[in-house]
């Protein structure tokens, strides 16, 4: 936790969900540049490692580096032709404020984004 938050949260002043999405959501557009550029020295590029058989691994952090969780996990492992679709699906979660409770709380734990909410848009997911 940043010191700015540990202050706000000291004053009992909440974080503000849209200001928390905005930033989640500049987080997601540097990780896709950075994933469609296959770029490791740009901003996001943490998000995703990908092996020689195509399968991707995906750890997005919160704005502050912590790790969010999808369906229990912290990494979540799909095909890389599948990666643009569950991107754009977890755009729209973060949009519908599916991500506020990771986002806003002192920290993610005790709250999962449903996996199936990204596989939705990709059924080929491992």
């Known amino acids: 936790m940043s010191i700015t938050d540990t202050l706000k949260e000291a004053s009992g002043v909440a974080p503000d969900p849209a200001k928390e999405r905005a930033l989640m959501l500049s987080k997601l557009s540097h990780a ?8 490791g020295n740009l901003p996001g590029a943490g998000w995703f490692a ?6 991707v691994a995906f750890s997005p952090t919160r704005p502050d580096g912590q790790q ?10 799909w095909h890389a032709g599948d990666v643009p679709a569950m991107l754009d699906a977890f755009e729209v979660a973060v949009n519908a404020g599916e991500l506020d409770p990771q986002l806003t709380g002192s ?3 005790g709250h999962s984004l449903p996996l199936d909410r990204l596989t939705s848009a990709s059924n080929t997911r491992e």
Do not use: C, H, N, W
């Not at 896709?32 to 770029?39: H, P, S, V």
């Not at 990908?50 to 399968?55: A, I, M, P, Y």
């Open 32 to 39: 896709r540049q950075a994933y469609a550029e296959k770029r």
């Open 50 to 55: 990908e092996d020689e058989s195509g399968r």
């Open 107 to 109: 920290t993610p734990a």
């Open 68 to 77: 969010l969780v999808i369906g229990g996990q912290s990494v979540t492992f």
